[in-house]
């Protein structure tokens, strides 16, 4: 397999990021990382994941949707979308990686949503194999293997190098652009990099956690569960679970008027907000068990059932480490399974 | 780049009926004439002024018409209590059609069919109603009945006296809640009068209206004998994309924007109580 000695690992970046832009999570400060377009010098975080996830790149915050111009009783509707430059994303993890894919189901299904589309075909995933995994990590309860991570292409850290491997045409593209910096190398070191990373991973607190009592046969069963007066009692509604969720993709479109004429924006909103779906007429989702109820429905039930049994959820844990009441789906999980 | 559902067309006002004291109905052309796009009966819009607001609607007009779109609106919010101050020749946005359809070329052709509305819910069952007026051969029996808190809350008023009673091809029952001068039909509310008319069960139902008065509704039909697979209603939640991606107009695992707005009560029933 190709590889690259750590220790040349800024010569690497600086060549990729010559020929198009290049992110790489980095430390925005002790403990917490983040993606950043990278500049000379910039190193990888030795964080074992970013506090924000991935999604961001293809699903931004908040994106400019149109513009309008108002004159008199006319309208001017400006398309400002623009062809988007190429991009890679490094050291992305297996999680992140499927959440990708997750994604893909929604804005990538009939119609084709044309803004994340645009960025989904210029950007290059580049995964990070884990050799780590925290105590908040479950990836493995969704089929995920974080030592052999999706993405257009797969690195793997054997501690000394980083080896590559491609995954997709794309990726293949992207190690044959560094081809004059790799060299062959040995995997030895890294298999057994792999088997220790998989013993740590039998070991953790949520190995066991599965998802055989969940999917989209459950759907009347569960929404109608006595537990979720319990589990949602302290939910403070404040959609961080949302906003860190790597698969949460609801979006709220609105204007904003500049001055110089109307911007319309699509920025993420969460489910678990009082007037998410609240009309002139009244609200479906009255109080927050309602919303609480409609998050892990989704990621659990309804997803599934419209997606051929894939679950919503990529076990990346950051609503585990995020919650300011230390609710999550691993302990509703557990919950509605007790019967 | 490709068009993108999301961003949106021009839509010009070339008339405002106000139909009753909160209800007024527009029609829509394209800038250059002629609809902006074909629907089916049944289906939705999105309507927008840009910086007011963006929400969807169903079409009134029956996509016989060839010329225009119309949609009768309900002075209730932001972007309504906007559209219902605006003139003539002002412009908006629209985007769609939106949303499945009444199966009026699928289950519905052939059938004995009774329409069942209450107030604005009179809205997306006229596209049905005109659409089978035009391709009358196509279908049984038709009857609507219809009621409203009062005779001037009937939507399309003029067009039910003067074009539907006349047809003698389709029979309409109208009610209001109470009596009024100048009022010589039947009063009382919409589920009750279903009961005391007792249409034969061998129709199939098209109902919509308040959520209450649906449900009322429904349980007369079955009363009499009818099943949830004959009755069909159209459902409402808050949208903001229109094909099931923003996230929030489902029941269940279905969206409303995108699987229905339309559902049969059986379909409904296998969903959780949440709308």
């Known amino acids: ?339 | 780049m490709n068009n993108d559902t999301l961003i949106p067309k021009i839509g010009v006002v070339t008339d405002i009926r106000q139909d009753t004291p909160d209800v007024k109905t527009f029609r829509v052309v394209a800038p250059e004439g002629g609809k902006v796009f074909e629907h089916m009966p049944g289906q939705c819009a999105m309507l927008s002024m840009p910086g007011v607001g963006e929400a969807m609607f169903s079409i009134t007009s029956s996509p016989t018409n060839k010329e225009f779109m119309e949609f009768s609106i309900k002075k209730c919010g932001c972007l309504t209590e906007w559209l219902h101050a605006m003139e003539v020749g002002q412009q908006i946005t629209i985007r769609g059609p939106y949303g499945n359809a009444f199966p009026v070329e699928g289950d519905l052709k052939g059938k004995d069919l009774l329409f069942i509305a209450g107030g604005i819910g009179l809205a997306p069952l006229r596209s049905v109603i005109n659409y089978v007026r035009d391709n009358r051969a196509n279908y049984g029996d038709v009857q609507v009945i219809y009621g409203s808190r009062s005779k001037d809350d009937l939507v399309d008023y003029k067009e039910i006296i003067d074009e539907w009673m006349a047809d003698p091809n389709i029979r309409v029952d109208l009610t209001i809640d109470n009596p009024q001068e100048g009022w010589d039909g039947h009063v009382g509310f919409v589920p009750n009068y279903v009961k005391e008319l007792a249409p034969s069960t061998s129709k199939t139902v098209l109902v919509c209206g308040p959520p209450i008065m649906i449900k009322f509704t429904l349980a007369g039909l079955k009363e009499l004998g009818f099943t949830e697979t004959q009755v069909y209603t159209t459902m409402e939640l808050r949208m903001k994309c229109g094909v099931g991606k923003c996230g929030r107009c489902n029941i269940g695992n279905k969206y409303v924007c995108k699987d229905g707005p339309v559902f049969r009560f059986d379909q409904l029933g296998e969903l959780p109580d949440e709308y």
Not at chain 1, 41 to 70: C, H, W, Y
Not at chain 1, 252 to 263: L, P, S
């Open chain 1, 1 to 339: 397999m190709l590889k690259i000695s750590k220790s040349r690992l800024g010569e690497l970046f600086d060549a990729v990021a010559a020929k198009q832009t290049l992110y790489i999570p980095t430390d925005r400060e002790p403990g917490a990382a983040e993606y950043k377009k990278y500049e000379s010098g910039m190193e990888l975080t030795k964080e074992l994941n970013t506090v924000r996830s991935a999604k961001d790149f293809f699903f931004p915050q908040t994106e400019n949707l149109a513009d309008f111009r108002i004159d008199g009783k006319n309208i001017e509707v400006r398309d400002i979308r623009e062809e988007c430059g190429d991009f890679v994303v490094f050291g992305v993890r297996a999680c992140d990686a499927r959440s990708f894919t997750i994604l893909d189901k929604v804005f990538l299904c009939e119609p084709v949503d044309s803004f994340y589309k645009n960025r989904r075909d210029h950007g290059t995933v580049v995964t990070m194999a884990c050799s780590r995994p925290a105590e908040t990590c479950f990836c493995q309860t969704f089929g995920i293997d974080p030592t052999s991570p999706e993405g257009d292409a797969a690195c793997f850290d054997d501690g000394e190098s980083i080896f590559f491997k491609a995954n997709t045409e794309k990726g293949q593209a992207f190690i044959d652009s560094i081809a004059s910096l790799l060299e062959e190398g040995d995997t030895a070191k890294l298999d057994e990099v792999n088997a220790k990373t998989k013993e740590i991973m039998a070991k953790l607190p949520l190995a066991k956690l599965s998802t055989g009592n969940f999917g989209g046969d459950k759907l009347n069963e569960y929404f109608n569960s006595d537990k979720w007066a319990e589990l949602s009692e302290a939910c403070l509604g404040c959609g961080t679970c949302t906003f860190v969720c790597p698969t949460c993709q609801c979006y709220d479109i609105r204007d904003f008027n500049t001055g110089h004429g109307i911007k319309r924006f699509r920025c993420w909103d969460s489910c678990m907000y009082s007037d998410f779906t609240k009309m002139a007429h009244g609200n479906p989702r009255l109080t927050q068990l309602e919303r609480f109820r409609q998050r892990f429905m989704h990621k659990l039930v309804y997803f599934p059932a419209n997606n051929n049994g894939e679950f919503g959820c990529v076990g990346c844990g950051r609503c585990l480490a995020k919650c300011p009441i230390s609710m999550n789906i691993v302990k509703v999980m557990k919950a509605l399974e007790e019967k």
